[in-house]
Structure formats: structure tokens, C-alpha cells
């Protein structure tokens, strides 16, 4: 049974979403927040796995809300999808640095809302084309973001890591990296899983952030 918790601080919303993903074989409503305040505070109490959290909430915004949950080491199993109207690269970018493992619009579809929750249950970060694009098209255009300080842990990488980390960079799935280098797509995962642990990654949404923001990948390199 997945446990969900839901906030938003539009009750339509919120009752909308709870309907559909009580009604789904599988799933459980454990708690329902108007602000990101209570979304913490009710993601501490009940520890779901999953936390659909709006970004513009009053007293504490989702992405606050997302960096105060994954940041505590007694919710480590919870994962936060990032479920708004915004998907403008700023949002994204400001998501997922603060923990977030998946980012879906709300126009999304109640199979695909759904799909998204049992993908990032099982592991796997998720975004919506329109996040993902807008993600890299925010390291490729002329006004990118100057690189950080390349982190110690990058140096830990063989040069095999290194290389799956640009194609993950570059917005490659598991299946399209195996492809790339004629390796099977449990290998590729197998890596891209050792990055992660190596880089302190949440997911491999974050490790695109590091390839870029580290300097490894250049914006507008091939």
C-alpha cells in the first residue's frame, strides 16, 4: 500500500486529488495540508511514502516545505513530487535542489498522476516533458548559469561514471545510455545508482543538476 499525503492550499484541489488516488487500488490518503507548514508537520507524523506538494502555499512554500522533509534524516523513505500549474524553469531548478524526486502539472491526466506516484515509489526520479525540457533548455541557453565549484565527491567517479554522467545529464534514460555504450540497461542503472550514492544525489533529476553546476557538462556542448 503506497501512503500519499496531499498539499495544496486549494481545497478543490486537494479533495479532487484525494478522491482520485483513494479510489486507486493500491493507494491511501494519509493526511491532506492546506500550507507547507502542516505538510511538514503531518509528514512527520504520519512518514508516507509519497508527498504531492504545490509550490505556492502560505505560511510555508512547497519548496521550502520539500527542503525541510529531505532534510531529515527520519524521513528519508518519504519522496516528494512536485504537483503545480508552474513548470518555468526556476521552479524546477529550485525543486529539486531542495529534494524533490518528481515534478507533474496539474493538467496531468489521473492515469498519469498515478503512474508518476508507483514510479517515484519505486525509486526513480520522474519529470513531465515540459519540466524536463525546461531543465536542460535552463543550462543550454546563452544566459546559463555560471558552473560552481566542481565537488570533491566528482573526483571519486571512474571514467565510466563519468561519461554515463553527461549522457544522464543530457536528459538520457537508462535504455538510451545501455544503447550509447552497448552496455544492458540494468548496467546503465547500476551506474547511474553508484553515481547517486558517490554524489549524494537524491535521484538522477539531481545528477543533471550536478553535471551541469559542477562544470562537467557544458551548456550548449554536443
Known amino acids: 500500500m503506497i501512503s500519499v499525503v ?13 478522491e482520485l488516488v483513494s479510489h486507486e487500488d493500491g493507494f491511501i490518503v494519509a493526511g491532506q495540508a492546506a500550507n507547507g507548514r502542516e505538510a511538514v508537520d503531518l509528514v512527520r507524523e504520519t512518514r508516507p511514502d509519497i508527498v ?12 521550502q516545505a520539500t527542503a525541510a522533509i529531505c532534510a531529515d534524516p527520519l524521513l528519508a523513505a518519504t519522496r516528494i513530487i512536485v504537483l503545480t500549474t508552474f513548470e518555468e524553469d526556476e521552479y524546477v531548478l529550485q ?7 518528481g515534478f507533474v502539472g496539474k493538467g496531468t491526466e489521473a492515469p498519469d498522476l498515478m503512474n508518476a506516484i508507483r514510479t517515484v515509489h519505486g525509486g526513480d526520479a520522474l519529470l513531465s516533458p515540459r519540466a524536463t525540457k525546461a531543465l536542460i533548455d535552463r543550462y543550454t541557453a546563452p544566459d546559463a548559469p555560471t558552473a560552481l565549484v566542481v565537488p570533491a565527491a566528482l573526483a571519486s567517479l ?8 553527461l549522457l544522464v545529464g ?20 547500476t551506474h547511474v545508482n553508484r553515481m547517486m550514492t ?13 553535471a551541469y553546476e559542477s562544470g562537467l557538462l557544458v551548456p550548449g556542448s554536443p
Open 6 to 18: 496531499l498539499a495544496d492550499d486549494q481545497t478543490l484541489i486537494r479533495t479532487a486529488v484525494a
Open 52 to 63: 504531492l506538494m504545490d509550490i505556492r502555499m502560505p505560511v510555508m512554500d512547497g519548496i
Open 95 to 101: 525543486a529539486l535542489r531542495a529534494g524533490a524526486s
Open 158 to 165: 571512474t571514467e565510466r561514471e563519468r561519461e554515463i554522467l
Open 170 to 189: 543530457r536528459g538520457h534514460a537508462n535504455g538510451d545510455i545501455a544503447a550509447e555504450l552497448v552496455i544492458s540497461p540494468h548496467t546503465a542503472k
Open 198 to 210: 558517490k554524489l549524494g544525489a537524491h535521484d538522477r533529476a539531481q545528477l543533471v543538476i550536478i
